[in-house]
């Protein structure tokens, strides 16, 4: 049910930004990039986790766990770059708004979107092959609800030190690296938004803002505590509980806050809920005119 929700709430912003031109901005653009990784990166973890549980053939091979790791991976990272880059946007509308629309061009915003793809496709590529050279020694069970790179790590030999520098530390890049131009871009919008005389426009600008700045706190928080924190030890409940979460109810969550928080997506919805309604009322008249029996002649 969660995982038809993500789907239909992160298609339904998809198509108004492609319907509305009002929402043919860069931030919009943006959000349908946005958009489109929560469906990969739920699908990747979610009709998997779905089959194992109806089926309860709980085994996967090797290939497999290995290629949904680097998919889970790929679309994590390609996210919180996504989110940056929003970030971003907003900083740029807000506090530089006569530059924004000579930088924050069609083919710029091209470049940025492509460039975070890019990124996202490289950094999984290195634990990836590492643990596919890997002997996995003891037991084969994996301790979650889908292949992650913690629990696999854990599973290979016991000399996994690089490894585990490396995955933390590229994690660190990412995750904070994202975060910081996050907060560095919300430090000079709050400051801006407080130096606004009109109270209508302090108000416009913190709703468009807000349904960002409250997907990167949800999102961020549980990752960062998911991965860059130190060894919980033998914790597997926990992180298991927290995978869900980012992996599961977060992406189900960010349709809501997007549409439920902005005023130009539900005046779009609204829009398209109306043109929907008035082609089925033009549809039934048609109908109903094609149907209308002859007179029969006297």
Same mark, same amino acid.
């Given at each position: 049910?969660?995982?038809?929700?993500?789907?239909?709430?992160?298609? $339904? /912003?998809?198509?108004?930004?492609?319907?509305?031109?009002? @929402?043919?901005?860069?931030? +919009?653009?943006?959000?349908? *990039?946005?958009?489109?990784?929560?469906?990969? +990166?739920?699908?990747?973890?979610?009709?998997?986790?779905?089959?194992?549980?109806? #089926?309860?053939?709980?085994?996967?091979?090797?290939?497999?766990?290995?290629?949904?790791?680097?998919?889970?991976?790929?679309?994590?990272?390609?996210?919180?770059?996504?989110?940056?880059?929003?970030?971003?946007?907003?900083?740029?509308?807000?506090?530089?708004?006569?530059?924004?629309?000579?930088?924050?061009?069609?083919?710029?915003? +091209?470049? /940025?979107?492509?460039?975070?793809?890019?990124?996202?496709?490289?950094?999984?590529?290195?634990?990836?092959?590492?643990?596919?050279?890997?002997?996995?020694?003891?037991?084969?069970?994996?301790?979650?609800?889908?292949?992650?790179?913690?629990?696999?790590?854990?599973?290979?030999?016991?000399?996994?030190?690089? /490894?585990? %520098?490396?995955?933390?530390?590229? #994690?660190?890049? %990412?995750?904070?690296?994202?975060?910081? @131009?996050?907060?560095? #871009?919300?430090?000079? $919008?709050?400051?801006?938004?407080?130096?606004?005389?009109? #109270? *209508?426009?302090?108000?416009?600008?913190? *709703?468009?803002?807000?349904?960002?700045?409250?997907?990167?706190?949800?999102?961020?928080?549980? %990752?960062?505590?998911?991965?860059?924190?130190? *060894?919980?030890?033998?914790?597997?409940?926990?992180?298991?509980?927290?995978?869900?979460?980012?992996?599961?109810?977060?992406?189900? @969550?960010?349709?809501?806050?997007?549409?439920?928080?902005?005023?130009?997506?539900?005046?779009?919805?609204?829009?398209? @809920?109306?043109?929907?309604?008035?082609?089925?009322?033009?549809?039934?008249? %048609? +109908?109903? $005119?094609?149907?209308?029996?002859?007179?029969?002649?006297?």
């Amino acid at each position: 049910m969660i995982y038809m929700l993500t789907l239909l709430g992160n298609i $339904i /912003l998809i198509s108004l930004t492609r319907w509305d031109t009002n @929402l043919r901005t860069p931030m +919009y653009f943006f959000l349908t *990039s946005f958009s489109f990784i929560e469906i990969g +990166y739920t699908t990747v973890t979610v009709p998997r986790m779905l089959f194992d549980l109806v #089926s309860g053939n709980k085994t996967i091979s090797f290939k497999s766990c290995l290629t949904q790791m680097y998919f889970f991976f790929l679309f994590g990272t390609t996210e919180f770059l996504i989110l940056a880059l929003m970030g971003f946007d907003r900083y740029m509308a807000i506090c530089n708004p006569l530059h924004y629309t000579n930088l924050m061009n069609k083919r710029f915003c +091209y470049q /940025l979107v492509f460039g975070s793809w890019i990124s996202g496709c490289m950094v999984p590529t290195v634990p990836t092959i590492v643990l596919s050279r890997k002997p996995f020694c003891g037991s084969k069970i994996i301790n979650h609800f889908f292949c992650d790179v913690g629990p696999l790590v854990k599973l290979s030999s016991p000399d996994t030190f690089f /490894l585990d %520098v490396f995955v933390f530390m590229i #994690s660190a890049i %990412v995750v904070l690296g994202s975060l910081l @131009l996050v907060t560095v #871009s919300y430090v000079f $919008i709050i400051s801006a938004i407080f130096r606004m005389s009109s #109270s *209508s426009g302090r108000r416009k600008t913190f *709703s468009t803002c807000a349904s960002h700045f409250l997907v990167v706190t949800i999102f961020f928080g549980t %990752v960062i505590f998911m991965y860059i924190r130190p *060894s919980s030890g033998e914790n597997y409940e926990m992180d298991k509980a927290i995978s869900i979460f980012y992996s599961v109810v977060t992406p189900a @969550l960010n349709p809501l806050i997007y549409s439920l928080r902005n005023n130009e997506v539900k005046k779009a919805l609204v829009k398209a @809920l109306e043109r929907k309604r008035n082609s089925w009322e033009d549809f039934g008249v %048609v +109908y109903s $005119i094609k149907l209308k029996p002859r007179p029969r002649p006297r």
